[in-house]
C-alpha cells in the first residue's frame, strides 16, 4: 500500500519570492553556460577514460595514440585496440586515445607500452591533431641533444606504424621522426617501424605490422603477460541511444564557434557560386565566396587551406535511412556511457538530432567499406547466409574475395548495404562501427586576404565519376558546394599553412600550379595587387598554368592576363594539354623556359611554389627543376639534384599538394 500522499500547505510571501529568484537565477546559469562543442565533449570522454586508466596501476597497460586527418589513423587504433582486448581479455588496460588530448609530459615516462599510429600530412608535416606533441617531443630531443636535459624515457617501450603516400616526397616523415625521437630519448622500440603507404594497400601494410606487433608482445610476456585463455570479448563499439518524441527541439549539428579549427566551426554565408568552365567543357569546376564578415575573430592569410563541413545529398541521405529502416524524423540523442554503450567511440555528436541530420553531416557512406564495419554488419544481420559472408569478407581467409567485390569494384558502403538487406544496425551500432564520421574537407583558399579580408574564396573542381559497379559518384564536398545558393550557411573553419609569399614582396617568384592548382595563386596575385596598389615595390613573379582548352578550362582568364597587363605577373606561361595532338604540360613549358627561370631563381631569396597533383604533375615539376640546373649551371645529375634540395632546405621550394 502506498504511503498517503499530503498536500503542502500555501508559501509564506518571503519564500515564494525567494524561490522564484533562485528559479530565475538557476535559469539564468543554464542559459549563459556555453554551448557544448565538439572539442570539449571529447576531451571530457577522455579524461573520463585517462583518469581511470591511471587508477588501475594494477593492470599492465598499453596506451594507442593515434595523429589522424582523414580518420584512417583513428579506426587503425581502434581496430588495434579491439584485436588487443580480445588477445589478453580483462587483465589488461587498453587506451586509445586522440594525441592532441593525451599530457605527454606527465604521463608519457610513466608509461610500460605506448603505440603511436601518426599520419603524415601535406609536405611531410604532422596532422593538425598532432602537431603540438610532434612539436613537443621534437623540443625534447633537442634538449636531450644539446645536454639540457637527460633521456628521460628509459624503461618505456614503444611501437611506431607511420601512415602516408609514397607519392609524396617527405613519405612518413612524422611516423620516421616519431620512431628516432622515442629511441633518442631513451625509450626501447618493441617492434620495427611500420610504413602504411595509401597509394597501394595500407590495410595490408597494417596488418602486416600487427601481425610483427604481435609476435614481438609474445616473445616479451612482461610488458602485457600472457593471452588470456579462450580471449577477451569481441563486442563492436555501439553508442546507447536515447529515442526521443518526433519534433523534439534539434541541436545545432556543429557549434556555433569562432572558426579558429575543426572543433570550434563557424557557420559562414554563402555569397556567390559561380561556374568556372564552359558548357563545352563537359566538366564543372566552381568559385564560391564565403563571406566571414559576421565573425571579426575570423581571420585568415593568403595561402591558408579553408576547412569546411559537407553534407551528404538528399538522395543520400533518403536510401541511408531506408537501409535503416527509421523514418527520416526519427529524433535521438547518443550517449557514451550507460547500458547499451560499447567500446571506444568518438564524443557523440551534438542531440537532440533529427536522423536526416545525422546522416547528412556524420556518416560517410559512399566510401568503401573496412573490415571492421563489415564485422559489425555481420553481428545484426538476420540472415545466416548474409552474416556468413559479411565475416568471410573481413577475415584474412576473405581477403581475395574483399578485392574483388569491394577494393576493385569501389563499392560504397550505402552499395554493400542493399546487398545485404536483413543487416540492420541499430544508431547506436550503425553510428559506433559501421558508418566512419564524414571528415572535414580541405581546400587552398583562392583570395587574397589584403584585397577580400571578409571574404573566404574556394576554387573548387566538382567530382563526377562512373565506378566500376556502375555508380555515378558525386564527390560529396564538391557536389554540395555546386548544389549550394547564395545565403545558405556552412561550417567552416581555417586552418594554417606555411605556403606563404615571401616576406618581403620584392623577392622573384615562381609559380607551377594547373587546373585548380591555381587557387593559391589567384590569391598571391591579388596579395601582389594589393602591395601595388599600394606603391610598393613587387619583384618579378612568372606564372606556369595548365588546363586543357582555352575554349573549356581556362579558369579566371580575364583574371590572369589582367596581372599581366598592370605588372603584378611578370609573364604568364600556360599550357593546353588537349588542343594538339602532343600533350602539352606545365613542366614542357618549364624546360622551354628554363634559362629564364634558372636566372630568376640565382636571384637572392627567389622562391619556387607548386601546388596542385602530388602523383604525377608535382614529381613532373621537381625533375624539370633538376633538368634545369643540370642544363644551365653546368651540374651533373646529383649535383642538380642536391641543389633543388637545398632550395628546398633553405624555404626557398614550397608545396601544396595532393
Excluded at 570 to 596: C, I, N, W
Amino acid at each position: 500500500m502506498e504511503p498517503a500522499t499530503v498536500a503542502p500547505g500555501p508559501l509564506s510571501p518571503g519564500i515564494a519570492v525567494a524561490s522564484l529568484v533562485l528559479l530565475v537565477i538557476t535559469l539564468l546559469l543554464l542559459y549563459l553556460k556555453p554551448k557544448s562543442s565538439i572539442k570539449s565533449a571529447k576531451v571530457e570522454l577522455v579524461r573520463r577514460a585517462s583518469t581511470a586508466a591511471e587508477e588501475d596501476l594494477s593492470k599492465p597497460s598499453v596506451r594507442i595514440l593515434y595523429g589522424t586527418q582523414t580518420g584512417t589513423a583513428e579506426r587503425f587504433s581502434k581496430q588495434l585496440g579491439n584485436e588487443l582486448r580480445r588477445k589478453y581479455g580483462d587483465g589488461t588496460l587498453v587506451e586509445v586515445v586522440d594525441i592532441e588530448n593525451y599530457k605527454a609530459e606527465r604521463r608519457l615516462p610513466k608509461e610500460r607500452l605506448v603505440l603511436f599510429l601518426m599520419a603524415t600530412y601535406g609536405d611531410g608535416e604532422p596532422t593538425d591533431n598532432a602537431a603540438d606533441f610532434y612539436s613537443w617531443v621534437c623540443n625534447e630531443v633537442e634538449d636531450v641533444e644539446n645536454g639540457v636535459k637527460e633521456r628521460h624515457l628509459e624503461g618505456v617501450h614503444y611501437g611506431v606504424f607511420g601512415l602516408g603516400n609514397k607519392q609524396y616526397e617527405h613519405f612518413n616523415a612524422v611516423g620516421k621522426k616519431m620512431h628516432t625521437s622515442m629511441e633518442a630519448l631513451g625509450a626501447t622500440p618493441v617492434c620495427g617501424r611500420g610504413d602504411g603507404d595509401d597509394d597501394d594497400s595500407i590495410d595490408d601494410d597494417f596488418e602486416k605490422w600487427c601481425t610483427e606487433l604481435f609476435a614481438a608482445l609474445d616473445a616479451q610476456p612482461e610488458l602485457l603477460g600472457a593471452a588470456a585463455v579462450g580471449g577477451g570479448s569481441d563486442t563492436a563499439a555501439a553508442y546507447r541511444v536515447e529515442l526521443l518524441a518526433a519534433g523534439s527541439k534539434a541541436a545545432s549539428p556543429f557549434p556555433h564557434g569562432n572558426g579558429s579549427s575543426a572543433h570550434d566551426p563557424y557557420w559562414a554565408v554563402i555569397s556567390e557560386v559561380r561556374e568556372l568552365h564552359t558548357a563545352a567543357s563537359g566538366r564543372s569546376c566552381v568559385h564560391v565566396e564565403i563571406d566571414i564578415s559576421g565573425n571579426s575573430q575570423l581571420k585568415y592569410e593568403t595561402g591558408d587551406h579553408l576547412g569546411m563541413y559537407a553534407r551528404n545529398s538528399e538522395q543520400v541521405v533518403a536510401g541511408m535511412a531506408a537501409l535503416l529502416g527509421l523514418p527520416l524524423d526519427t529524433s535521438f540523442k547518443l550517449h557514451t556511457e550507460g547500458e547499451g554503450a560499447s567500446g571506444d567511440l568518438d564524443a557523440p555528436f551534438p542531440g537532440p538530432i533529427q536522423l536526416s541530420t545525422a546522416l547528412a553531416y556524420f556518416a560517410d557512406v559512399l566510401s568503401s567499406p573496412h573490415k571492421d564495419a563489415l564485422l559489425a554488419l555481420a553481428s545484426c544481420a538476420s540472415e545466416p547466409q548474409e552474416a556468413e559472408r559479411l565475416r568471410l569478407l573481413a577475415s584474412a581467409a576473405g581477403k581475395a574475395q574483399y578485392t574483388d567485390y569491394i577494393a576493385k569494384q569501389q563499392r560504397s558502403l550505402l552499395e554493400v548495404m542493399q546487398d545485404f538487406p536483413s543487416a540492420k544496425p541499430s544508431l547506436g551500432l550503425f553510428f559506433g562501427s559501421v558508418a566512419p564520421r564524414l571528415a572535414p574537407r580541405y581546400y587552398s583558399i583562392s583570395s587574397g586576404a589584403a584585397k577580400h579580408p571578409r571574404s573566404v574564396h574556394v576554387t573548387c573542381a566538382v567530382v563526377r565519376d562512373v565506378l566500376p559497379t556502375g555508380r555515378v559518384h558525386d564527390g560529396v564536398c564538391s557536389s554540395y558546394l555546386q548544389r549550394c545558393k547564395p545565403g545558405e550557411r556552412i561550417p567552416v573553419f581555417i586552418r594554417r599553412s606555411t605556403f606563404k609569399l615571401p616576406s618581403s614582396p620584392a623577392t622573384p617568384i615562381v609559380m607551377v600550379g594547373p587546373g585548380t592548382g591555381l587557387a593559391p595563386f589567384r590569391g598571391f596575385i591579388q596579395e601582389r595587387t594589393a602591395l601595388l596598389e599600394d606603391a610598393a615595390e613587387v619583384g618579378p613573379a612568372v606564372l606556369f598554368f595548365g588546363c586543357r582548352n582555352r575554349a573549356h578550362d581556362y579558369i579566371y582568364e580575364a583574371e590572369l592576363e589582367g596581372a599581366v597587363e598592370c605588372g603584378v605577373l611578370s609573364q604568364l606561361h600556360v599550357a593546353f594539354s588537349r588542343a594538339a595532338p602532343a600533350k602539352d604540360y606545365v613542366q614542357h613549358h618549364m624546360e622551354t623556359h628554363g634559362a629564364a627561370v634558372w636566372e630568376l631563381l640565382q636571384q637572392p631569396g627567389a622562391c619556387v611554389y607548386v601546388c596542385g597533383d602530388a602523383k604525377n604533375m608535382a614529381k613532373d615539376v621537381h625533375r624539370a627543376l633538376i633538368g634545369i640546373a643540370q642544363n644551365n649551371g653546368s651540374m651533373s645529375s646529383s649535383q642538380a639534384e642536391a641543389w633543388v634540395k637545398r632550395l628546398g632546405d633553405g624555404g626557398r621550394y614550397h608545396k601544396d599538394v595532393w
